[in-house]
Structures are given as structure tokens and as C-alpha cells.
């Protein structure tokens, strides 16, 4: 009897142990965050993802040093119209976004989900005006042309604080398309990294990227050899993260092959040398602003090249601090507009001669 009632008493705890794992995961630590919701609506074939939480970032004092850097938007009667008619304006109530970027064949398309305080009733009945409203799928579409494109854009409530949108011909598919395969997992693995960060974009290569930045690269800059570099990389991310009025910047590049990334980080210390010696230059600094100039070495100051091996892939990291002191800086880079030009009286051209 009593080796009886020791099976019957293991048998409860495994039973009441069963039941209490399944509740915890059901209702309590298991429940995924607003963010990771989000993440995982974000379709398993996209090539780039990008995320922001807006109401992360508002906390930050370096929110507000970015706001003063940026150039004043102009003023689109367009989006006046949807604020007033709506009531929803993006730069308070939007709480974070997530954003697939999707390449269909010749033509890129974009797939969102958005939390946000949404008005629901005000922005139905602007889009029923200004597009069109079906039932499709179970779901209420709405669309509408997008300006200065063909193409039309397309949304659905996923809930009330809650939606979904895309340039694409069906927003239907993308809703359904698989996330639960090993490119999920993939693109679920670089999500769960960059937890900490309130801004990331990840992008996963299937063309020469380092070409395109090698093109779009300042005259002096170019490094074919960095650019073929990054063309071996099958992951890059770059996150932001606020600490106080600056910005600390992570980029990471990940690849299968050790060799790559070993030379990518030689290239990178050695870039990160050369710019701070050309900045000591005597001809450099006289052209800088001693200000522009002490933002630049302060920001190179910070940077810090380093090399993870995560056993099937090899990553380099590149982190660094954006400061108020930078931005300022930059802002003095940019060649301020050339005035209008005034109103001339032209030669006749017969009184032109050779």
C-alpha cells in the first residue's frame, strides 16, 4: 500500500506540474509583447525588415536633439486633411511600427503592421471617401490611390489599436503568408538579438549591396575591397539605441566563412585609422570648424570594431555614438540652398557675337 501511494503521489505532481507549466505558459510569462507581435506578422521572404517604437523613442531626450537637427517638413494639405478628418497624427499616436520590405519580381512592395491610438470609426469613414471599402477574407479592406503613383495602398483593422497595410495588388496574401518555417525562424533569431534597441532594420543580402553603397559612397571613400567584403555577408542589422542625449549605433555583418569576416574587421580598423589621421591633417583642419572637427574625432573616438564567432556564422560588429555635437556638425557639412535666382533680362541673341 504504501509504494501505492507513492506512485499516486508522483502521478499528482507530474499532473499539477503539467497544468501549471501549460497555465504559465497560456496567461502568464509566455504572453508575447506588442513588439513581438508585431515582429511576427512580418512575412518569412522579405528582404529587409524594419522596426521602430515610437513610444520607446519619445522617452529619450535624444528624440528631441534629432527633432532640432531635422529639417522642418513643409506642410502637405494632403495629410492636413487626414489629420483633421481623423483626428490620428502620426508623430504622438503612433506607438511602433514594423515594416517588410518585399521584392515581386521588377517592382519592391512594402507590408506594415502599426499600433497606434486609432480613431477606427473617424479613419473608416475617411477612407470610404476617399477609396474604396470591401469584405474580403472575413476582413474589411480599404483602399485608396497613392499620391503621385498608380498603384493603390491598402489596410485592415487586425484590431482597434491595430493595423495592417501595403502598396501590394493583395493585402490578403500577405496576411497569410507562412512565418513559421526556417526563414522565420531566421529572421525570429536576429529579432530576439536586438531586443534592447527601440530601432533596428534587418536585411537579409540577395544582391550586391556592397556594390550599391560602394556607388553612393563620398568622392574619397570608395573601397572596392570592403564593398566585395559585404557582398559575402548573408545578414546585416544596424539598431539604435538611446542612452541619455546620444545615440549608440550597432551595426553588425554576418556571414558563414571565418576569412571574410576577419578581413572585414582589418579593413575596418584601417578605415577607422585613416579617418581619424586625415582629421589631424593640417590642411583638413583648417578647412573644419574646430567645433565640426572635434564632433567627428569624438565620434570616431567611440567606435569600436570587434569579431563574434557564433559557431555557424561569424559576425563583425561596428558600434558608435551619435552626439548632439555630431549632428551639429553635420548640419554645418550640408551646403546650405543657392538663393533664387533673379529675374534677368536676356541678350537678344542677334546681338551676340563670336
Do not use: C
Not at 511600427?97 to 519592391?108: C, D, H
Not at 553588425?252 to 586625415?278: C, H, I, W
Not at 573616438?301 to 555557424?312: F, L, P, T, Y
Not at 548632439?324 to 538663393?339: D, G, T, Y
Amino acid at each position: 500500500m504504501k509504494q501505492r501511494s507513492i506512485a499516486r503521489a508522483i502521478v499528482a505532481i507530474i499532473v499539477v506540474g503539467a497544468l501549471a507549466l501549460y497555465g504559465y505558459r497560456r496567461w502568464g510569462g509566455a504572453r508575447s509583447s506588442p513588439r513581438d507581435e508585431l515582429l511576427l506578422e512580418m512575412p518569412a521572404d522579405a528582404s529587409a525588415v524594419l522596426f521602430l517604437d515610437l513610444d520607446g523613442l519619445r522617452q529619450s531626450p535624444f528624440l528631441a536633439e534629432l527633432y532640432k537637427w531635422a529639417p522642418e517638413p513643409k506642410a502637405d494639405p494632403d495629410y492636413a486633411q487626414f489629420l483633421e478628418s481623423t483626428g490620428f497624427n502620426y508623430e504622438t499616436d503612433l506607438s511602433r511600427v514594423s515594416i517588410a520590405v518585399l521584392k515581386r519580381g521588377q517592382e519592391t512592395t512594402l507590408f506594415a503592421v502599426a499600433d497606434g491610438r486609432f480613431d477606427r470609426k473617424k479613419i473608416s469613414a475617411y477612407a470610404s471617401q476617399t477609396g474604396t471599402r470591401e469584405s474580403r477574407g472575413g476582413r474589411e479592406i480599404f483602399s485608396a490611390p497613392m499620391s503621385g503613383s498608380a498603384r493603390r495602398i491598402a489596410f485592415t483593422f487586425l484590431r482597434n489599436n491595430r493595423i495592417a497595410l501595403t502598396n501590394d495588388n493583395s493585402l490578403e496574401s500577405a496576411l497569410s503568408a507562412p512565418r513559421g518555417d526556417s526563414d522565420g525562424q531566421a529572421w525570429r533569431e536576429r529579432f530576439r538579438r536586438l531586443a534592447g534597441s527601440p530601432v533596428f532594420a534587418v536585411v537579409r543580402q540577395d544582391a550586391a549591396l556592397g556594390a550599391a553603397l560602394g556607388a553612393k559612397a563620398p568622392g574619397g571613400l570608395e573601397s572596392p575591397q570592403l564593398s566585395a567584403l559585404i557582398d559575402q555577408l548573408q545578414w546585416i542589422t544596424v539598431a539604435g539605441k538611446p542612452e541619455a542625449d546620444r545615440l549608440r549605433v550597432i551595426l553588425e555583418g554576418e556571414g558563414t566563412a571565418d576569412a571574410p569576416a576577419r578581413q572585414l574587421s582589418d579593413v575596418l580598423n584601417g578605415l577607422l585609422v585613416l579617418a581619424e589621421a586625415g582629421l589631424h591633417d593640417q590642411k583638413l583642419r583648417q578647412q573644419l570648424q574646430p567645433g565640426v572637427r572635434e564632433a567627428y574625432l569624438e565620434m570616431l573616438k567611440s567606435a569600436d570594431v570587434s569579431q563574434i564567432d557564433r559557431g555557424e556564422t561569424k559576425s563583425v560588429r561596428l558600434i558608435f555614438d551619435v552626439t548632439p555635437q555630431f549632428l551639429e556638425a553635420a548640419r554645418a557639412s550640408i551646403p546650405a540652398p543657392s538663393p533664387a535666382p533673379q529675374n534677368k533680362v536676356l541678350p537678344n541673341k542677334s546681338t551676340i557675337r563670336n
